[in-house]
């Protein structure tokens, strides 16, 4: 029993993880710059800003910490594609195939 690995498709993969990174990297600037002012909520919502502030900045925080997380997936999953093309073109040519 065995498998297959194609190194090209987990290059495809590794720039979709990278593509989406950028992509949460935007919302989570977005997010980051919202303005969340005394009257945001009315005079009677005064009371929630600190809390609605601090969930915000939570927010953005996450969404920066995925697009990082994202981007360095990417880089990892395009290191095994290359361990794995590396591997093979060892092996065969050590066996007097094509490297």
Same mark, same amino acid.
Not at 28 to 33: F, K, L, Q, S
Not at 65 to 80: I, K, M, R, Y
């Given at each position: 029993?065995?498998?297959?690995?194609?190194?090209?498709?987990?290059?495809?993969? @590794?720039? $979709?993880?990278?593509?989406? &990174?950028?992509?949460?990297?935007?919302?989570?600037? +977005?997010? /980051? %710059?919202?303005?969340?002012?005394?009257?945001?909520?009315?005079?009677?919502?005064?009371?929630?800003?600190?809390?609605?502030?601090? @969930?915000? $900045?939570?927010?953005?925080? &996450?969404?920066?910490?995925?697009?990082?997380?994202? +981007?360095? /997936? %990417?880089?990892?999953?395009?290191?095994?594609?290359?361990?794995?093309?590396?591997?093979?073109?060892?092996?065969?040519?050590?066996?007097?195939?094509?490297?």
């Amino acid at each position: 029993m065995g498998f297959d690995v194609v190194p090209d498709e987990l290059r495809t993969f @590794a720039s $979709g993880l990278k593509d989406r &990174g950028g992509q949460v990297g935007e919302v989570a600037t +977005a997010a /980051d %710059g919202v303005s969340l002012g005394v009257d945001t909520f009315g005079v009677i919502g005064q009371i929630f800003v600190g809390s609605a502030k601090q @969930a915000a $900045g939570e927010a953005a925080a &996450g969404l920066k910490a995925l697009s990082e997380t994202l +981007a360095d /997936d %990417g880089d990892n999953t395009n290191a095994t594609a290359d361990t794995y093309a590396d591997t093979d073109d060892g092996n065969a040519s050590g066996l007097g195939g094509k490297a």
